[in-house]
């Protein structure tokens, strides 16, 4: 018995020792601001594989055995993550499991007309382009607004969304704000 035992912790305490040093050491990627997109429905595969693409990780397997034995797996969000240089891998697994993704925002001001909304909507960045065209027929029909016009249907806030974010989307946001307010 105390053999088998012996043989056992021969075994353990070095992998244990290596686990706990793949943990906490600094990756040290060599560009100093990157940013990663995890795209949704991505397995954990796919995204250690994309950490290697991208020269974060050298290898995959410690990162796919590190995430599922800690049981986050299935618990990675999709988003686009700036990473620090001198990030660890549980501090990376962390981040994509808590969604810490960059996000982007638009602002619609008040008394702004759907013309300036979508000219906005069109200089960010942050925003995926999906109608075509851009007019407010279109859009009350895209949104199934009961009026010919979206003109005035939309809530005057800021809007925070993950990047690349349907256009189409962000304004559903502000078009149910707008009717919640309505109702109050």
Known sequence: MK???????IIFIPLVVWIIH????PLHINKADLAIEIEPGSSLKSI???????K???EPWRFILLS?????SRKLRPGNYNLNPNITPYQLLKSFVEGRATEGSITFIEG??????LN???????????????DSKTIALALGIPYQSAEGQ???DTYYFSRNTADIEILRRAYKAMQKKIRL
């Open 3 to 9: 053999k088998w035992l012996f043989r056992l912790m």
């Open 22 to 25: 793949f943990l906490v050491t």
């Open 48 to 54: 250690a594989f994309q950490l290697v693409d991208e």
């Open 56 to 58: 974060i990780l050298n």
């Open 68 to 72: 599922k034995a800690l049981g986050q």
């Open 112 to 117: 702004q007309d759907l013309d300036a909304m």
């Open 120 to 134: 906005k909507i069109k200089a960010n960045d942050s925003i995926k382009k999906t109608m075509k065209p851009y």
């Open 154 to 156: 939309f809530f005057p």
